[in-house]
């Protein structure tokens, strides 16, 4: 399989200059075809998609989204924070988004952590992150609790269309997770 981790190798297979050479050069390909697109940053479906940061998850092809659809919103483990409550309240009040989906998957590095991240971390450079891990084992209930937040956040205007998934890292397919 060929992904955009499959680069140019130069001799004995040695990669050639840093990952973030590589993006910048890809950027200076992909800014010679580009047209600006007229778009503003209003989302064009008035929706929200909060969803984990893995790398396996193409949230455009795998909800059939275009540029300008959607305002996507990603961290570890597709958690609801205080700063994807920001982001989403900037969506709505701002930008005028009115539906959330959120979108948790299979296979999550998150499943394997706990808080005692927090203390290794303070124990390696002397002072306690601030943010919570958010570390959980039941990827079901995680979505459900992750809802539960958007729906009872007081700075959300439009809480009404919330729905939750599970994306299987394996088959590509969203399973809905009843919010009760």
Same mark, same amino acid.
């Given at each position: 399989?060929?992904?955009?981790?499959?680069?140019?190798?130069?001799?004995?297979?040695?990669?050639?200059?840093?990952?973030?050479?590589?993006?910048?050069?890809?950027?200076?390909?992909?800014?010679?075809?580009?047209? $600006?697109?007229? *778009?503003?940053?209003?989302?064009?479906?008035?929706? =929200? %998609?909060? &969803?984990?940061? /893995?790398?396996?998850? #193409?949230?455009?092809?795998?909800?059939?989204?275009?540029?300008?659809?959607?305002?996507?919103?990603?961290?570890?483990?597709?958690?609801?924070?205080?700063?994807?409550?920001?982001?989403?309240?900037?969506?709505?009040?701002?930008?005028?988004?009115?539906?959330?989906?959120?979108?948790?998957?299979?296979?999550?590095?998150?499943?394997?952590?706990?808080?005692?991240?927090?203390? $290794?971390?303070? *124990?390696?450079?002397?002072?306690?992150?601030?943010? =919570? %891990?958010? &570390?959980?084992? /039941?990827?079901?209930? #995680?979505?459900?609790?992750?809802?539960?937040?958007?729906?009872?956040?007081?700075?959300?205007?439009?809480?009404?269309?919330?729905?939750?998934?599970?994306?299987?890292?394996?088959?590509?397919?969203?399973?809905?997770?009843?919010?009760?």
């Amino acid at each position: 399989m060929t992904t955009s981790a499959s680069v140019p190798a130069g001799p004995e297979g040695a990669i050639v200059g840093s990952v973030t050479d590589r993006l910048v050069e890809a950027n200076q390909r992909y800014a010679t075809a580009f047209a $600006d697109p007229g *778009m503003d940053a209003r989302p064009v479906l008035g929706v =929200a %998609v909060v &969803a984990c940061m /893995d790398a396996r998850l #193409d949230l455009h092809a795998a909800l059939g989204l275009k540029l300008g659809d959607c305002h996507t919103i990603r961290n570890a483990g597709g958690v609801v924070t205080d700063d994807v409550i920001r982001s989403l309240t900037i969506s709505q009040r701002a930008l005028g988004t009115r539906s959330v989906v959120l979108i948790h998957h299979t296979g999550c590095g998150l499943e394997s952590l706990t808080e005692e991240f927090r203390h $290794d971390l303070e *124990m390696e450079v002397g002072q306690r992150p601030s943010w =919570a %891990v958010e &570390a959980f084992r /039941d990827v079901d209930q #995680d979505v459900r609790q992750s809802m539960q937040r958007v729906r009872t956040s007081p700075f959300l205007v439009h809480t009404d269309d919330v729905r939750g998934f599970v994306f299987d890292v394996k088959t590509g397919r969203l399973r809905e997770i009843d919010p009760a």
